[in-house]
Nanobody
Framework: QVQLVESGGGLVQAGGSLRLSCAASGNIFSINIMGWYRQAPGKQRELVATITGGGSTKYTASVKGRFTISRDSTKNTVYLQMNSLKPEDTAVYYC????????WGQGTQVTVSS
């Protein structure tokens, strides 16, 4: 059984910062990609950022220069540092892990007030 435990969401004013964390535990082997997706009300889930085991990163255009993804492979943990937050960043953020299978976290709410 695999568990993804997310933390770090919350309410912040526009221009503020938050840091999300996601720790994977259980029978999980050879993690390849770790990342974050988000889903705003009435919208489809979208990719925010991913990072490979080799450290290669990918970001959606709207967060480039503001968000930074990183991982600690020794702890099977992925982080998302979010700076200069905007109201349009408001969404439920989901952790994603790809190994033999795909795994998703339960989601953490991020709300940015204007």
């Amino acid at each position: 059984q695999v568990q993804l435990v997310e933390s770090g969401g919350g309410l912040v004013q526009a221009g503020g910062s938050l840091r999300l964390s996601c720790a994977a535990s259980g029978n999980i082997f050879s993690i390849n990609i770790m990342g974050w997706y988000r889903q705003a009300p009435g919208k489809q889930r979208e990719l925010v950022a991913t990072i490979t085991g080799g450290g290669s990163t990918k970001y959606t255009a709207s967060v480039k220069g503001r968000f930074t993804i990183s991982r600690d492979s020794t702890k099977n943990t992925v982080y998302l540092q979010m700076n200069s937050l905007k109201p349009e960043d408001t969404a439920v953020y989901y952790c994603y892990v790809q190994s033999l299978y795909d795994y998703w976290g339960q989601g953490t709410q991020v709300t940015v007030s204007s």
